[in-house]
């Protein structure tokens, strides 16, 4: 279902049906026809799978991914390469940059930045032992959280609200609201400036 104004680029593919490994975690029951909200602009060799929702004025960039069971809010953009992975919810305002791999089962809220390259995972047993199946969840990313450049993000972790992720962390454990971190692992270093915050 495609919304007003709604522009599909060259070789773009809207409601691809998903292939699956007999080993993979998503569901696989029937997906209803994708949806595209007013004014979102699918680009230039850019994939969004069946069974998906996409808000109003959403950019999904060159080459990009967004993949079944996801709901974008309005205003998001997918920069170009970067892939969205099933079962994912992002919030309105929500920019993902260049080549960023957002997994399956993750939650981004509203006004979240993600810089190019960052990679957020899932599975914590790398695909081994039936346990996983019941542990398997990606990082909760709060309102206004900004993650950094080739920043790594750990399974099931959560990035505050306003808090800040500096380039190249890797991220093992909850960061606080409102605080900055950088390393690896990721570790607090000061507080996020109040001018920087959403409602500073």
Do not use: W
Not at 116 to 135: A, I, K, Q
Request: hydrophobic share 40%; with cysteine.
């Amino acid at each position: 279902m495609l919304g007003e104004g709604v522009k599909v680029l060259e070789h773009a593919v809207v409601g691809k049906q998903p292939t699956l490994s007999p080993r993979s975690t998503a569901k696989r029951e029937p997906l209803p026809p994708a949806e595209l909200g007013d004014g979102t602009i699918v680009s230039t060799g850019a994939v969004v799978f069946a069974g998906t929702s996409v808000g109003a004025r959403v950019i999904v960039g060159d080459q990009s991914c967004v993949r079944e069971r996801v709901t974008l809010g309005d205003d998001v953009v997918v920069g170009r390469g970067s892939l969205v992975e099933n079962d994912t919810t992002i919030g309105a305002l929500t920019k993902i940059q260049a080549h960023a791999y957002i997994t399956a089962y993750s939650t981004l809220e509203d006004n979240v930045f993600i810089a190019p390259c960052v990679v957020t995972t899932n599975d914590n047993f790398m695909g081994r032992t039936e346990r996983r199946h019941e542990l398997i969840a990606g990082p909760t990313i709060r309102r206004g959280a900004r993650v950094g450049g080739g920043a790594v993000l750990c399974p099931g972790i959560e990035i505050g609200e306003d808090a800040f992720v500096g380039a190249g962390a890797v991220v093992t454990k909850d960061v606080p609201a409102r605080m900055l971190v950088v390393g690896n692992p990721a570790r607090v270093i000061r507080e996020v400036a109040a001018d920087e915050l959403l409602d500073g």
